[in-house]
């Protein structure tokens, strides 16, 4: 069979390289045993592209991201990198795809496995059954906003400056792709801002209101301050169907939510843009972790995130909702039969690498397509 499906796979740094291995391997059984083959490149982001081109993303890299299906993206970033100035840190080279690839849509769902309700953080009770999908926006707020910068004041004193803004648009646009996910899941919106001490908080809240009110009245939307859902996600998750928080509330939460689920290295997530007249959209799948520079290199990740990323990729960009499945089914009953990398362990499971977790995933899916 002709391949048909265009991925553009970018390993990254540190731990980015390793738990990408383990997900090219799935690939690599979906092309052999399934219905749907893949063309891959592979190309250099972050700090790797830094080493090689002096720069954290080349604009060819930039093109090839744009003309793929989509983009399978590992972590950057490392200590190596750290003193550089801003522009020049690998994490641009992530912030500049996502920008110019305009993907404002960065679903994070955060869903417990019963095996590792023990792992969480939370009380088993409070997080076995956890599904939350966090919808965070990502090509806009104070990532992007100006005026941002560093300057030296007349008395001497430095002054750091960011510019938080959001316009009706690009509030109304993320907030249409959560009120899209909630209608197939329990039809609950919570929308997050600080309406109480942000103007840009008080524009999202109406906002969000006049949409759903104009397009989703069978939505229940509700409004939260996000020091409040920060403090409701620790107390009561489960209360939650889908967040919609910007793009700095909806870093900080969504890493809060990963713990939830066990560890930082089980949480995926998918970038999505506008569908364009021809029915395409672009497209980033990344795991919500970084890359662990402390365990870079030595067969310690956790490839689980990178592999529901892989999962995400086939349900949202390929519309492969049963290969999608067969590979969160794996993922479960590896962890179900007990095997856990370094940052799941828990007393009495078996302590395995990146490449055997990898290993066991795939064996698993031979078993369930047998
Ligand atoms: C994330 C990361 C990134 C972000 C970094 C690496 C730039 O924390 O994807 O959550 O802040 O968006
Ligand atoms: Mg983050």
Redesign the pocket.
């Given at each position: 069979m002709a391949a048909n499906k265009r991925l553009l796979v970018l390993p990254g740094d540190g731990i980015g390289p390793e738990v990408m291995r383990e997900a090219r391997r799935v690939v690599d059984w979906l092309d052999k045993r399934r219905a749907v083959s893949f063309a891959i490149e592979e190309g250099l982001c972050g700090g790797a592209s830094l080493d090689k081109h002096g720069t954290p993303l080349t604009d060819e890299t930039l093109e090839r991201a744009k003309a793929a299906d989509a983009v399978l993206f590992g972590?950057?970033?490392g200590p190596k990198w750290d003193s550089l100035p801003f522009d020049k840190k690998?994490?641009?080279g992530?912030?500049r795809l996502?920008k110019e690839m305009d993907l404002f849509a960065?679903l994070?769902p955060a869903v417990c496995f019963d095996a590792l309700a023990d792992a969480s953080s939370l009380k088993p009770e409070l997080v076995r059954g956890l599904d939350v999908m966090i919808v965070?926006e990502?090509t806009s707020g104070i990532?992007f906003g100006q005026p941002r910068g560093i300057e030296t004041l007349p008395n001497g004193q430095r002054r750091g400056y960011n510019t938080q803004s959001y316009t009706t648009e690009e509030i109304r646009r993320v907030v249409r792709v959560a009120c899209e996910l909630a209608r197939k899941r329990n039809k609950r919106v919570t929308s997050v801002e600080k309406a109480n001490v942000m103007e840009s908080g008080v524009l999202w809240r109406e906002e969000a209101q006049k949409l759903r009110d104009a397009e989703f009245p069978e939505i229940e939307l509700s409004h939260m301050y996000a020091d409040n859902c920060a403090m409701q996600l620790v107390r009561n998750p489960k209360q939650f169907d889908v967040i919609v928080a910007d793009?700095?509330f909806?870093?900080i939460l969504?890493?809060a939510a990963a713990m939830l689920t066990g560890s930082l290295g089980m949480l995926p997530?998918a970038s999505l843009g506008a569908i364009d007249a021809s029915g395409r959209r672009p497209a980033l799948y990344?795991p919500?972790h970084?890359?662990a520079p402390d365990i870079a290199g030595q067969n310690l990740a956790n490839p689980i995130a990178m592999l529901l990323s892989l999962a995400m990729t086939l349900r949202y960009s390929f519309d492969l909702l049963e290969d999608a499945r067969l590979i969160e089914t794996a993922v479960k009953r590896v962890l179900d039969g007990g095997a856990r990398t370094g940052d799941i362990m828990q007393p009495g499971k078996a302590k395995v690498s990146t490449s055997v977790m990898g290993e066991m995933i795939v064996r698993e899916l031979d078993n369930l397509a047998a």
């Open positions: 972590s950057v970033g690998p994490e641009r992530l912030l996502r960065n994070r965070r990502l990532y793009n700095l909806g870093d969504s890493d997530s990344e919500v970084g890359s």
